[in-house]
């Protein structure tokens, strides 16, 4: 039967409260009941003037509206703000009333550039929110996951100036420049030049007139965009522990010292798991040397299709000597300032052989094999990557940080960014992975309450139980009263099971 909708109820008038028209299941409640945001309010007082100045807007209330922003994947303060004026659970969240002024959309923007740029409160936020984490004893770091997403930037990709940049030197650079000289000198060899910074690697790269602190970012042959970049740690269940920004052109092996170095700074570490992008003698020393436990995947080699492998040639640590498929020497000849011992063959043996055109393209007819000083931290990775139960611990990465990555892309913004420069880009990083803490532990806890209401009421059944049983001298399993108080049980909490 049709029905017309009686659009007269617009004109009623009734009597609610803000606390009526919000669900009782809503996710803002349970993040308002179970997670404390009173620790802003000391993170921010050195940045209001007790003695002068209007009343501010509640700090609180001001880092609530951008955790909305990134909670419910919202594009932008402007359009948060018309969605807070009409949204009555987002009011109820920031504590404002019905008709109360919802804040302008430029008043983040205006208390961010005056009181919290060049700081690191929205950092302070991110692991304020982590403590209670590991205060509700849910973190458990003996297994850290580490991986780099790239998050396309707010640039035209066709405006762009192309300069000369100067890479950065790797973490490790003196420590191995130190081993180097160690290793030619017992070798009877001259001491390498030292490297003058005009010296160092130069590089023609792509500069965003728009946001020049994004970096050219590729990705296959097509995909070419601005980006920026973060390196994120989470530990096993998920919850994420740290996070960088970086340029989106810098390698994950370039960046993962940041990120290490938080995770050591915050946390006590075992194992940590990582893709082969991190694959590095550098990387793998580093590890070992402060015995932590590095999981690696195995690593295509870097070779042309139809020649020898690397792991082809067999390597001869007595002798210091590589041994080829058609058993001929390869000797030592030199250490390079990369850190690499370089292995050469005789060409009067390479000229002669027949496999030749499996081993080298040459011209000289002479194949050169590099090892690395701490190529024996490599072979280390290997023989725990085929231990029991590594390849189980390295599979949850797909339910891990790759989860991680996925949802914070798919509903809460992260896929691109509509902000202009590294420091805003930090904020919308830490604040974005915030919120995920944030919802989890919402979760977490209120699943935590409900197993315990469970266990109190079955309880309170027992209890009931053992009363009737010392008056009547019998079991009521069958009686009207169990029945009616099992039906009872099954009505108030049985959809929780």
């Known amino acids: 039967m049709l029905k ?46 007790e003695s002068n100045g209007r009343p501010s807007i ?30 009555m659970a987002y009011r109820w969240f920031l504590g404002l ?59 035209n990709n066709k405006k762009y100036e192309s300069n000369e940049v100067t890479e950065e030197t790797l973490f490790y650079v003196e420590s191995l420049q130190k081993e180097v000289e160690i290793d030619r000198e017992k070798r009877l060899k001259k001491p390498l030049k030292r490297r003058e910074e005009s010296e ?84 793998a020393h580093l590890l070992f040397q402060n015995n932590l436990t590095p999981i690696f995947p195995y690593k295509r080699p870097m070779t042309k299709k139809g020649f020898y492998k690397k792991h082809d040639y067999v390597y001869d640590e007595y002798y210091d000597q590589y041994i080829c498929p058609n058993v001929k020497i390869l000797s030592y000849t030199t250490t390079n300032r990369d850190g690499y011992r ?18 080298t393209e040459s011209k000289e ?30 599979n949850n990465r797909k339910q891990t940080i790759e989860r991680l990555f996925g949802t914070a892309k798919e509903f809460h ?3 691109y960014t509509n902000l202009i420069g590294k420091e805003k880009m930090h904020m919308k990083i830490g604040l974005t992975f915030a919120c995920l803490n944030i919802k989890k532990l919402a979760k977490m806890l209120k699943l935590r309450d409900l197993k315990g209401s469970i266990f109190l009421s079955i309880l309170g059944i027992l209890s009931k139980i053992m009363i009737r049983y010392k008056k009547t001298n019998q079991l009521p399993f069958m ?19």
């Open 4 to 49: 017309k909708q009686d659009m007269s109820k617009r004109n009623q008038i009734g009597f609610y409260s803000l606390e009526d028209l919000v669900p009782k299941e809503h996710l803002l409640r349970d993040i308002d009941k179970y997670v404390d945001f009173n620790f802003i309010y000391k993170l921010v007082e050195d940045k209001y003037d």
């Open 58 to 87: 509640d700090p609180v209330l001001l880092i609530k509206l951008p955790l909305i922003q990134y909670l419910y994947g919202i594009k932008s303060m402007r359009q948060t703000i018309k969605d807070v004026e009409v949204n």
């Open 97 to 155: 009333d019905i008709e109360d002024a919802v804040p302008h959309f430029s008043t983040f923007g205006k208390n961010y550039s005056r009181r919290f740029r060049g700081t690191d409160i929205f950092e302070q936020i991110f692991y304020g929110i982590l403590e209670q984490c590991i205060e509700a004893e849910l973190v458990d770091t003996s297994e850290v996951f580490i991986d780099g997403t790239h998050i396309k930037a707010h640039a």
């Open 200 to 283: 160092n690697q130069v590089k023609h790269k792509k500069i965003s007139k728009t946001d020049d602190e994004s970096g050219w970012f590729h990705k296959g042959e097509h995909k070419q965009v601005f980006a920026y970049a973060a390196q994120v740690a989470c530990d096993k269940n998920g919850w994420v522990l740290g996070y960088t920004t970086h340029p989106g052109n810098q390698h994950d092996s370039r960046t993962f010292i940041d990120i290490y170095n938080k995770l050591q700074s915050h946390f006590t570490l075992d194992k940590l798991v990582m893709d082969a992008g991190y694959k590095t003698p550098g990387i």
């Open 342 to 359: 370089e292995y050469k063959s005789n060409t009067s043996d390479c000229s002669q052989c027949p496999l030749i055109a499996y081993c």
């Open 365 to 394: 007819k002479r194949k050169l094999i590099q090892r690395h000083l701490w190529e024996n931290d490599m072979e280390r990775c290997e023989d725990i990557r085929h231990s029991l139960g590594m390849k189980a611990i390295y």
């Open 413 to 415: 913004g992260l896929r």
């Open 479 to 497: 009686s009207n009263w169990f029945v009616f108080n099992l039906t009872q049980f099954h009505n108030e909490i049985g959809y929780f099971i």
